[in-house]
């Protein structure tokens, strides 16, 4: 369905969902203020593991403070980018199929770039 | 307008940056063989190239999320306010990025 532009330029009017929207509102600046802290501790391993070899980065991903916060990082990452596209999709693409489409895959691509991501942390972390 | 834009532009960046890091983890979950071949893209030109850029689009969109924090309060919406945020953040961006690499380059 799409809104007649009397709607969206009234900011009195309700269209959209009030209560999702204000929750990923609220969401991607909680994963924001969170990935200011993660940014940080990425540039510490991104030095830290500058091509060490499979054995050295198992190493030091095992260490459970080390493996804990690369793995909030992911997730918290994989959720801002997923709302943070979402937004420039919703400003962008507005034939109503199209974007329904860009919204389902921003989602699936941003939970299987985690999900890669989660496990191959994970396989270094039990497995070395 | 310009940084507004790039906020954006630098956030789609990283997204599409989150998959060299899966690169990275996984072809190192496979073993020496396949994290070699990670290794050699990214210490080639074009691989130093792109996580450079995507270390200026890390700490861009970094402040530009401060300058967001800051709007969120109600503050900093003034005319001058505006350009001597966009300012501090296209500044502060390059400068944290060619600070964090002569870091890496040198230690």
């Known amino acids: 369905m799409a809104i007649p532009e009397k709607t969206i330029a009234n900011p009195t ?14 969401v991607q600046r909680a994963t924001g203020a969170l990935n200011v802290a993660f940014t940080v501790f990425l540039i510490w391993l991104v030095v830290r593991l500058a091509s060490a070899d499979a054995i050295s980065m198992g190493d030091l991903l095992a260490n459970p403070i080390v493996a804990m916060v690369t793995g909030l990082m992911i997730i918290s990452t994989a959720i801002h980018m997923q709302i943070g596209m979402r937004e420039v999709i919703e400003d962008y693409v507005h034939d109503d199929k199209l974007n329904r489409l860009c919204l389902l895959l921003n989602t699936l691509v941003a939970a299987v770039i985690a999900l ?10 039990f497995w070395g | 307008m310009v940084t507004s834009f790039l906020h954006r532009a630098t956030g789609m960046g990283l ?17 020496d063989g396949p994290l070699g071949v ?5 210490a080639s030109w074009i691989g130093q190239l792109v996580l450079f850029l995507l270390t200026w689009s890390l700490f861009h969109h970094l402040l530009g999320g401060f300058r967001h924090f800051l709007w969120d309060t109600g503050r900093g ?11 501090a953040n296209l500044v502060g961006g390059l400068l944290l990025t060619l600070i964090a690499w002569a870091a890496f380059v040198w230690f």
């Open chain 1, 13 to 26: 009017t309700r269209y959209g969902a009030a209560r999702s929207s204000s929750w990923r509102f609220i």
């Open chain 2, 15 to 31: 997204y599409a940056g989150t998959v060299l890091l899966a690169l990275w983890f996984v072809a190192a979950a496979y073993g």
């Open chain 1, 116 to 125: 890669a991501t989660l496990a191959a942390l994970a396989k270094l972390v």
């Open chain 2, 38 to 42: 990670v290794h050699w893209i990214f």
């Open chain 2, 77 to 87: 919406f003034s005319r001058e306010a505006r350009f001597g945020l966009a300012r």
